[in-house]
């Protein structure tokens, strides 16, 4: 189930139960009356669990990177802390924005969910726009017929893996960033691994890359380990209503999901 619906729902409950304890409850203790021991208990919650709630989903929200197609910008195991409200205030549950405060721009890390499974959350960087006409041509990022500078520097590790990948800096607008290539890797999209959806017909493919308009309230995500990332080459574009928000910040690093195991604060800080 949801987090957010759990959060939600365990919020509701213990408010029913705080407003009838304060209201209605502690009168009948004071003359004697006792109430069953879970309305005093679970009405004790509220004041803690409703901060939680409106935290999580107004403004900040901890998420845990699971896969390495965030190289080298993010690696597995890292904690990072995303900005809910910087692409508007959304109804909880519901994903419904209501009050527009901004759009995602060009080089955003962005956190969504899945649009082939909104259940599960994803990360990548946004390449394109509504509109935008975005190429990925032989390893080569173009964005509405401008070719995206890169410049090539030394080549990197994945740690625990062994695995080396040729490391470029790449810029988009003013935000500039590290992204990998595999020098083995075919540069385009094998057949096999594409699948459909509502906008196939807004991409072609060939056996150099993926060229793609995007459709507007649609969004063009790839991720910085190019050539280790199932993205919107492969599974189409983010609609809007699928946002959660901007990653800005990691907060920790753990080698396991049980803590203390391979707890690190070295990677602490913004990323970008």
């Known amino acids: 189930m949801d987090f957010a619906l759990i ?11 705080w407003f009838y304890d304060v209201f209605k409850a502690r009168k009948r203790r004071t003359k004697g009356t006792p109430d069953p021991w879970w309305v005093e208990y679970g009405a004790s919650f509220f ?44 109804l909880p549950v519901l994903n419904k924005k209501v009050i527009e405060v901004g759009q995602p721009q060009r080089g955003d890390v962005m956190v969504f969910r899945y649009p082939l499974d909104p259940s ?22 173009t964005i509405n017929g401008q070719v995206v500078p890169v410049k090539q520097e030394a080549d990197y590790l994945i740690p625990n893996t062994l695995d080396v ?21 075919q540069a385009f999209i094998p057949e096999y691994q594409l699948l459909r959806h509502a906008y196939s017909g ?22 910085d380990n190019r050539d280790a990332s199932a993205d919107s080459r492969v ?19 753990a080698d396991s999901m049980i803590p203390p195991a391979g ?3 070295s990677r602490i800080g913004r990323f970008n």
């Open 7 to 17: 959060l939600f729902v365990l919020s509701v409950l213990s408010g029913v139960l």
């Open 263 to 265: 707890i690190s604060f």
């Open 120 to 141: 599960q959350d994803y990360i990548k960087r946004v390449i394109g726009l509504p509109g935008d006409r975005v190429e990925y041509i032989n390893k080569r990022l």
């Open 47 to 90: 004041p803690v669990i409703l901060p939680i709630f409106m935290l999580r989903s107004f403004w900040i929200e901890p998420f845990r990177i699971p896969s390495g197609s965030m190289y080298p910008t993010l690696q597995v195991g890292d904690f990072i802390l995303v900005n809910k409200y910087a692409y508007g205030v959304r």
């Open 202 to 223: 807004n991409c072609n493919y060939s056996g150099s890359g993926v060229s793609c308009t995007v459709p507007e309230g649609h969004y063009f995500v790839m991720g």
């Open 235 to 253: 599974w189409g574009f983010v609609p809007d209503q699928n946002i959660v928000g901007r990653a800005f910040f990691i907060w920790c690093h």
């Open 165 to 185: 990948f040729q490391r470029f800096e790449e810029q988009i607008g003013d935000k500039p960033h590290s992204v990998l290539n595999h020098r083995d890797a």
